[in-house]
């Protein structure tokens, strides 16, 4: 009998991990222990958001973030947790957060590593209020920096070198989705043990869609081609799919159904909007990891006009127009003006 269907046999998290290190010929054991300290991070956040309503820690902190966007108490506590877990382990070069402006240096006092850390420590949390699930978006590249404190030019790379990257989503329960560049994982938090444990190996996105994700509040301000394109989305004439709407406004859940179920979520460039005429969505922290993701269970992720894997960083806090999911549907994407 396989050891995998022995009664009470179940794999974690840990055990997963260590089990794939094999998979790397040239691991030296950080990779795998960086991404159980992450693993750790969303315990400590899962514990304090499933609190929220009854701690202080929901609300607005008073202050913005470089975006100009309110930030919540639960961001900054979620922003803290990652930095203390991960800043002294010797594993890290550089982090960089939504949160933050600048690169995040290691301390002097620890020693640096060969991996660099990027993250949104809590997407959605403008939904945190609302009890709309919300969750950390991570990637994790190595180092193209010379031995010694990491360098902006470390976190300014493709999203092509990610090594490994994920998200953990705070909902009914809390699921950790990650791949190492072999396949998509998800784990489901065990509240009762304390542990994340295997639920889904080898997800891949269906090829029969069934939802599309866009907020349609704004559709008046994208291009004539997006709009057509959204058209033919909901249509059932010249091919079109026939879609169902579902939109949360947090990036994570929308992502997190359309690879399980099928679909495609997109937020185009809004025109006359100064801000958003590149997208309202950060590459370096939500669309580079989540494509990374996409593309690994067999999906696609686009600007319009080409892969975001391909997208050069410039700055830390880049935006860019994105359509993620089904194959099929993202092709029919690309070509259409984001602006």
């Known amino acids: 009998m396989a050891q995998q269907n022995m009664p009470g046999y179940v794999t974690t998290i840990e055990r997963f991990i260590l089990e794939r290190q094999g998979l790397h010929p040239e691991a030296t054991g950080d990779l795998t222990t960086l991404l159980y300290d992450i693993a750790?991070?969303?315990?400590?956040?899962?514990?304090?958001?499933?609190?929220?309503?009854?701690?202080?820690?929901?609300?607005?902190?008073?202050?913005?973030?470089?975006?100009?966007?309110?930030?919540?108490?639960?961001?900054?506590?979620?922003?803290?947790?990652?930095?203390?877990l991960t800043d002294h382990t010797g594993r890290l070069a550089v982090l960089g957060s939504e949160e933050s402006e600048e690169i995040i240096p290691i301390p002097d006092k620890y020693p640096t590593g060969k991996y660099v850390l990027l993250y949104d420590p809590l997407d959605g949390s403008s939904n945190i209020d609302h009890n709309v699930s919300v969750g950390t978006i991570f990637a994790i590249y190595r180092r193209v920096s010379?031995?010694?404190?990491?360098?902006?030019?470390?976190?300014?790379?493709?999203?092509?070198?990610?090594?490994?990257?994920?998200?953990?989503?705070?909902?009914?329960?809390?699921?950790?989705?990650?791949?190492?560049?072999?396949?998509?994982?998800?784990?489901?938090?065990?509240?009762?043990?304390?542990?994340?444990?295997?639920?889904?190996?080898?997800?891949r996105v269906p090829d029969k869609p069934k939802y599309y994700s866009a907020n349609l509040g704004y559709q008046r301000r994208w291009s004539e081609g997006v709009q057509r394109y959204n058209d033919w989305l909901t249509s059932k004439e010249n091919d079109g799919p026939n879609l169902s709407l579902r939109y949360t406004?947090?990036?994570?859940?929308?992502?997190?159904?359309?690879?399980?179920?099928?679909?495609?979520?997109?937020?185009?460039?809004?025109?006359?909007?100064?801000?958003?005429?590149q997208g309202k969505l950060r590459l370096l922290y939500e669309l580079n990891p989540l494509a990374f993701l996409s593309e690994q269970a067999g999906g696609t992720a686009s600007t319009?006009?080409?892969?975001?894997?391909?997208?050069?960083?410039t700055e830390l806090h880049?935006?860019?127009?994105?359509?993620?999911?089904?194959?099929?549907?993202?092709?029919?994407?690309?070509?259409?003006?984001?602006?």
């Open 249 to 277: 406004g947090s990036l994570v859940a929308d992502f997190h159904r359309n690879m399980l179920s099928g679909g495609i979520f997109y937020y185009p460039g809004e025109m006359g909007h100064p801000k958003k005429t």
């Open 146 to 203: 010379e031995e010694g404190p990491g360098t902006l030019e470390d976190c300014l790379q493709k999203g092509r070198n990610i090594v490994a990257a994920g998200y953990i989503l705070f909902g009914t329960s809390t699921i950790l989705v990650y791949s190492d560049g072999h396949g998509v994982s998800s784990f489901t938090l065990d509240p009762q043990i304390g542990e994340f444990l295997l639920s889904k190996s080898n997800i």
């Open 318 to 339: 880049q935006r860019c127009p994105v359509f993620i999911g089904n194959t099929r549907l993202v092709k029919q994407a690309v070509g259409i003006s984001p602006t």
């Open 40 to 84: 750790l991070a969303g315990k400590l956040i899962q514990a304090h958001t499933s609190q929220a309503g009854l701690t202080e820690v929901i609300g607005v902190t008073g202050t913005t973030n470089v975006h100009g966007e309110a930030v919540q108490k639960l961001d900054l506590l979620a922003d803290q947790i990652i930095i203390n």
């Open 304 to 313: 319009g006009r080409g892969p975001i894997l391909d997208v050069q960083p």
